[in-house]
């Protein structure tokens, strides 16, 4: 019994030990100073590639959301100076709840939509403000009548 005990406790041990070597060991540390509705553990690259998604699903530079420190002449990545940052961490928990709510859907009838759900590209398309406008079969433009933002006429 206390035999066993004590292998347990080596075994523990051990295994935290090992895990402290490997952390410490991992080249790609990430310690991001301000993630927030990101997973924290992420790696440069995945952190990136989400970045890079964003960006392109916007169609905008990292500086649309990311501010730049002239002093030490370089990106500060980690403030939270511009709205436009706040507005994606919004954006991002929206996307996800709604995910998460509406987008259980294994399959339809048709055997499709496995898993498919929204993205910020869905909306965005490669730019930041999505219109609000209807396509209205050619006769009434965007902010013609009867359009949004055009006044009504019949
Ligand atoms: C649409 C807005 C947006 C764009 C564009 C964007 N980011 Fe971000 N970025 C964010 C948000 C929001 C966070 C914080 C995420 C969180 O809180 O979980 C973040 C976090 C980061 C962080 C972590 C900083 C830290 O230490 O806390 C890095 C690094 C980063 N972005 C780099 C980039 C790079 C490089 C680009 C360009 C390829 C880019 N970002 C484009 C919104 C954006
Ligand atoms: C369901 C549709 C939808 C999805 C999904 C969506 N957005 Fe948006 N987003 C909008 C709308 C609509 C606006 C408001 C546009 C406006 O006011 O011009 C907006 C505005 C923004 C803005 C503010 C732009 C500005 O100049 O103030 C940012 C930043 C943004 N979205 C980032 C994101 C990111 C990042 C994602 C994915 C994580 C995302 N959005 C997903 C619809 C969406």
Same mark, same amino acid.
């Given at each position: 019994m206390l035999l066993n005990r004590k292998i347990i406790a080596m075994l523990g041990l051990s295994s935290v030990v090992t895990l402290v070597a490997l952390t410490s060991m991992a080249p790609d540390k990430p310690g991001y100073k301000n993630v927030k509705v990101l997973p924290k553990n992420l790696t440069h690259q995945q952190l990136g590639k989400v970045m890079d998604e964003w960006a392109h699903s916007l169609g905008v530079n990292c500086g649309f959301c990311h501010v730049r420190d002239e002093a030490a002449k370089k990106m500060d990545f980690a403030s939270d100076a511009k709205p436009e940052k706040i507005a994606a961490r919004q954006m991002y928990k929206m996307m996800n709840k709604i995910n998460s709510k509406f987008f259980k859907a294994e399959k339809d009838s048709l055997g499709m939509m496995a898993r498919t759900g929204i993205n910020c590209n869905t909306c965005h398309r490669g730019n930041p403000h999505p219109e609000l406008?209807?396509?209205? *079969? *050619?006769r009434r433009g965007p902010g013609g009548p009867g359009g949004p933002g055009g006044e009504k006429k019949d």
């Open positions: 406008k209807v396509p209205e *079969g *050619g």
